[in-house]
Structures are given as structure tokens and as C-alpha cells.
């Protein structure tokens, strides 16, 4: 359950860079009406100033949990962790992003990002494994991102 925990926490970090978004976005707009610079280059610089903290978050929480649980030893099993959580978060913030992109309202954007973190906590195979899942459900853990690391 320390993985389930650990996504959790990453998502909802994740989720909580939308309101951020939304207030980037007008920025954004105004910028590229004026022809300052173009939509992607703002999508780099963001995802670059983004990747240090998302780092030192699943840092953290890897550090603490791993140690505390008494997972397996060595430090290829935890960098393996750390590297997975990472790509969590990495997986979360772009989620955050294409919500922003695709919603007209920060409200619309929450309520889709709650959504889809309980469809990748119910599919992702933690509580029910893969096979308790009913037959017309299991392929949404293929498009889930969860799973895969969890997998992993």
C-alpha cells in the first residue's frame, strides 16, 4: 500500500497545479496575441521549471516512505522507486496541463482531474488486482499510466 500512498500524494501535488494553470493561461494568451513567443516554447520553459520541484517531491516521499516501510535493500531497488515516482509525477503534471488546455473552467478542470484520479487508483491495480476487475473494466488499466508503474 506504500505505492498506492505514494501516488496519491503525487497526483493530488499534481491536481493542485491547475488553478496555477488557469492564471498562466491568460498570461499565455496575452503573449502569444502580442507574437512574443509561440505556445510550445511556453510549454518547454514550463515543463523545465516544473521537472526541479517535481523532483524534489517524489524525492521526499520516497526517501521517507521507502526507509520507513522497510522495503527491499539496496540502492538499485530505491532508485528504481525514485525513478518511478518521478515519472509519476511527471505523468500528473502533464495530465494537470492537458486538463487546463482542454477545460474552459478551472471547476470543469478539478472535478476531470478528481475523476481521473480515482479511475487510475481503481484500475491501476492495486484494490482489486487486475484480475478481480470485471472483464469490461480491464482494459482501462492498458491507458492507465498507474498501472504500468505499478507493474514495474
Known sequence: YIFLSSFLVLM?????????????????????N?????????YI??????L?????????????SYFWVGMAPGANHYFYFLGTLI?????????????????RTQVSANVASSLLILLFATVGGFMPSFE????????LSWITPVSYAFEG
Open 132 to 139: 478481480q476487475i470485471t472483464p469490461v473494466l480491464r482494459w
Open 12 to 32: 493530488l501535488s499534481a491536481a493542485v497545479t491547475i488553478p496555477d494553470g488557469f492564471r498562466q493561461r491568460i498570461t499565455l494568451f496575452k503573449h502569444r
Open 52 to 64: 526541479p520541484l517535481s523532483i524534489i517531491e517524489a524525492t521526499l516521499i520516497s526517501s521517507i
Open 45 to 50: 520553459v514550463q515543463v523545465l521549471l516544473d
Open 34 to 42: 502580442a507574437e512574443f513567443y509561440s505556445g510550445k516554447v511556453a
Open 87 to 103: 515519472g509519476l509525477e511527471c505523468v500528473g503534471q502533464a495530465f494537470a496541463r492537458v486538463l487546463i488546455a482542454f477545460s
